[in-house]
């Protein structure tokens, strides 16, 4: 099944503004028309920069079909001129928006293969979608979600992925820390060591979400295991 797309701009509404994280803010967005999406989806926000003209930027969507509002997670860049404008964003303020878009890097819980997904950093908001759609719908599927970040703080909702996989019994949830004396969890870069226990899964679908240096390392690791390119999903982020 094809996920429907949106290529109108809408008028949102901020209706809740949320601390994520280090140099992290969530944006809950109320879109008019809006229905609902496929989880791995993104919107497009159009916003006013300071020297006059309009720029674009994608965010993938972190809340679940289920929602009837859309969440965003945006990591503030202060040289920026999209993310130090949502930043100062408060609740009842309106943006342009355009969405839901994407139909490539989505998973709505109806196939039975295995997932693996792989974020580095911010590079987890879609997979907060499609994790909360599978608790949602009590699915069953083996579900491994390996997320890298400097730190705890710059790694969002790993508090709530982490309650998350406890009850959910098929959910391995992975965080790993390159800069954090403070996590007693593995360390480093994801490597093939640590990704030796998704060796074991018959025809995994693999997403991989982050920049482009994460995204094209991770790749390279998850091929040399074998995995049909077919099954492999990327998504890139600037």
């Known amino acids: 099944m094809i996920p429907s797309q949106n290529f109108e701009w809408s008028e949102a509404n901020v209706v809740e ?8 803010v969530g944006l809950r967005l109320c879109v008019p028309g809006w229905v609902t999406h496929t989880p791995g989806q993104y919107i497009d926000v159009r916003i006013k920069t300071q020297k006059g003209y309009n720029a674009v930027k994608q965010y993938s969507i972190s809340s679940p079909p289920h929602d009837q509002s859309v969440e965003l997670c945006v990591e503030i860049f202060e040289n920026g001129e999209v993310s130090p404008i949502l930043r100062d964003l408060n609740i009842g303020n309106k943006l342009d928006v355009r969405g839901p878009l994407g139909v490539h890097f989505v998973w709505d819980g109806s196939a039975s293969e295995p997932v693996v997904a ?15 759609h599978y608790e949602h719908r009590a699915l069953r599927q083996d579900f491994f979600l390996f997320a890298s970040a400097q730190n705890q703080k710059k790694l969002p909702y790993i508090s709530e992925i982490m309650s998350l996989a406890k009850k959910a019994t098929a959910v391995t949830f992975v965080p790993v820390m390159t800069r954090d004396s403070t996590w007693d969890g593995p360390k480093g870069r994801i490597d093939a060591v640590l990704l030796r226990q998704i060796l074991k899964l018959k025809n995994p679908l693999v997403y991989i979400c982050g920049s482009t240096s994460f995204v094209e390392h991770v790749v390279d690791l998850v091929v040399k295991f074998g995995f049909s390119q077919n099954n492999i999903r990327t998504e890139f982020f600037i």
């Not at 503004?17 to 992290?24: D, S, V």
């Not at 792989?118 to 909360?132: C, E, N, Q």
């Open 17 to 24: 503004k949320t601390n994520l994280g280090e140099r992290l």
């Open 118 to 132: 792989i974020a580095g950093g911010t590079g987890i908001t879609p997979f907060v979608s499609m994790l909360r």
